[in-house]
T-cell receptor
Framework: GAVVSQHPSRVICKSGTSVKIECRSL??????MFWYRQFPKQSLMLMAT?????????EQGVEKDKFLINHASLTLSTLTVTSAHPEDSSFYIC????????????FGEGSRLTVL | AQRVTQPEKLLSVFKGAPVELKCNYS??????LFWYVQYSRQRLQLLLR??SRESIKGFTADLNKGETSFHLKKPFAQEEDSAMYYC?????????????FGQGTILTVHP
């Protein structure tokens, strides 16, 4: 099956700094990618839908200025957590679809962000 | 707004016993239901979806629109089935791939 890779898998940063997480589709072109956030022992919450070449669509309650999403190519989407604070510590997961009806959704391995 | 409910956070069974993971949804349109599984230290992966009506690894799930349920069943659980299971609802169309997940159920199959 198709592979989605995230980098880094773990990152620790100081409060106030910005962190970038990459999501790549390794063997297929992903017109659409999705970013999820998962708190410990809780479900995945959709943050935003990322479309190649256009602005991301954010879910209600997600700060677009805090979580910058860029989808510059068909194989790469990035999530930048700006001015990170301890409450931003979480597990961030991206997924990508081969697009269209019937296109399967493939998930990355996730990136664990810890803000000190 | 759509919602997915998995009432059991933890479910334990013995090997060979039947298992049923419950999932109920709330959505006014035509739903697309999925079950995703996450084995220890692995990424989330699709187990099955209702439109396929297939059995994967012995698991089946039937969409019951009257009861708004999509329970996952397996007649004889195996130890390797131990994992986190998520039920997810998709709304399809231009929102394809945009999923609402349930809270997840951790299944433990004891030897």
């Amino acid at each position: 099956g198709a592979v989605v890779s995230q980098h880094p898998s773990r990152v620790i940063c100081k409060s106030g700094t910005s962190v970038k997480i990459e999501c790549r589709s390794l063997d297929f072109q992903a017109t659409t990618m999705f970013w999820y956030r998962q708190f410990p022992k809780q479900s995945l919450m959709l943050m935003a839908t990322s479309n190649e070449g256009s602005k991301a669509t954010y879910e209600q309650g997600v700060e677009k200025d805090k979580f910058l999403i860029n989808h510059a190519s068909l194989t790469l989407s990035t999530l930048t957590v700006t001015s990170a604070h301890p409450e931003d510590s979480s597990f961030y997961i991206c997924s990508a679809t081969t697009d269209g009806e019937g296109g399967e959704l493939f998930f990355g391995e996730g990136s664990r962000l810890t803000v000190l | 707004a759509q919602r997915v409910t998995q009432p059991e956070k933890l479910l334990s069974v013995f090997k060979g016993a039947p298992v049923e993971l419950k999932c109920n949804y709330s959505y006014s349109g035509s739903p697309e239901l999925f079950w995703y599984v996450q084995y220890s230290r692995q990424r989330l992966q699709l187990l099955l979806r209702h439109i396929s009506r297939e059995s994967i690894k012995g698991f089946t799930a039937d969409l019951n629109k009257g009861e708004t349920s999509f329970h996952l069943k397996k007649p004889f659980a195996q130890e390797e089935d131990s994992a986190m299971y998520y039920c997810a609802l998709g709304t399809g169309g231009t929102s394809y791939g945009k999923l609402t997940f349930g809270q997840g159920t951790i299944l433990t199959v004891h030897p």
